[in-house]
Nanobody, 119 residues
Framework: QVQVAESGGGLVQAGGSLRLSCTASGSSFSVDHTDWYRQPPGKQREWVAGMPGSGVTSVTGRFTVSRDKAKNAVNLEIDSLKPEDTGVYYC?????????????????WGPGTQVTVSS
């Protein structure tokens, strides 16, 4: 099985930066694509940034997605934080799990990590 979990959230001041990590754990799997989403208070979940499995770094405005191969993680760095960046940040990973030679696709979400930006 594969499990996905986010880490790195917390309370930060506006103007600062923050790095979140999405880590996949398990055995015999590959990740084809990773996306980061967020859900502001009282609003729907929205896409933030993403990167294919073969990528190293992807930049979308103030959001940089990067891969840490050693930790089997995909990081999201947010620069110039604003109060409207407050919300729960989720990671979604899609890939293939190898079970005794059979490739099974997976599409997993982490439980989320809270980011609060104070003004």
């Amino acid at each position: 099985q594969v499990q996905v979990a986010e880490s790195g959230g917390g309370l930060v001041q506006a103007g600062g930066s923050l790095r979140l990590s999405c880590t996949a754990s398990g055995s015999s799997f590959s990740v084809d694509h990773t996306d980061w989403y967020r859900q502001p208070p009282g609003k729907q979940r929205e896409w933030v940034a993403g990167m294919p499995g073969s990528g190293v770094t992807s930049v979308t405005g103030r959001f940089t997605v990067s891969r840490d191969k050693a930790k089997n993680a995909v990081n999201l760095e947010i620069d110039s934080l604003k109060p409207e960046d407050t919300g729960v940040y989720y990671c979604n990973m899609r890939g293939l799990l190898n079970i005794r030679g059979t490739l099974i696709p997976f599409d997993l979400w982490g439980p989320g990590t809270q980011v609060t930006v104070s003004s």
